[in-house]
């Protein structure tokens, strides 16, 4: 090894330099130190190039970590970034969810006062085909064709003014309240009704009637109705006995608030 032969070398050259001649016993002594401290040496350079060895080791895998920590350290920021703008947006989402079911509420609580206030104005003539219900958040006052029209016919008679009267002072009271009249027929075919065509013709004639006598003889205000015709196909019976045709006789005035405020809402 370079260090032993350095070590004989020192030594041969303090020997020549003292002149001084050492005895077999002392030159083996010397020889035996100088083998110690070669050994020792060489061992210290392996724990050097070991620990030269690990350190190496340890800054790749201190460099490997940061990295690691660093890529999660972004990933946490980013994902952070997202849950809290997911949470702004869940807030968000359930004020408008509030919003929404308060006005459905009160809706409700209309929808509710008004039928009250429709069957008690209404009452003397639930005996004669007229009643008054909620579907759909909507409230439905459906009169028979008997109550209003005499057969085949679309003039209103004297029974039906008087329905319509007592059903106008209400709606006059409630502006906020939309309001649609449907004609509705049976499945029997018009014969020789004049200019009467058909089931289409005279479902639409009797709810243009209605909706004339509401707005020109009661006041209602015009721009709150529509008047549509649905003839045949939207029966409360599908039965074909009198008592079914004569259900599906009829006109259905339908009461809705207005929602605009609703609407305004869940464009946003």
Known sequence: MKIK???LALFILLAAQSCVILSPKKHKAMLA???SLTTRTGTLEEQLAKLQS???????EMAELQGNYNTLNNNYTSSSS?????????????ARLKEVEE???????????LRDK????LLGFQQSGLSVDIRNGKVYVSLTDKLLFPSGSIIIDEKGKQALKQ????????????IAVEGHTDVKKIINLGQIKDNWDLSVLRATSVSRHLTEVEKVDPQRLTATGKSQYQPIDPGTTAEALS?????EIVLSPKLDELYNLIKK
Not at 103 to 113: H, P, S, V, Y
Not at 167 to 178: Q, W
């Open 247 to 251: 259900k599906n006789r009829r006109i």
């Open 33 to 35: 130190q100088i083998d």
């Open 54 to 60: 690990d350190t190496a080791r340890l800054h790749r």
């Open 5 to 7: 032969n350095l070590f």
């Open 167 to 178: 059903l106008a002072v209400v709606l006059n009271k409630e502006p906020d309240i939309n």
């Open 82 to 94: 997202k849950v809290n703008e997911l949470s702004e947006n869940l807030k968000k989402r359930e």
């Open 118 to 121: 429709l069957q008690k104005a």
């Open 103 to 113: 006005i459905l509420r009160k809706r409700d609580e209309a929808t509710n006062a």
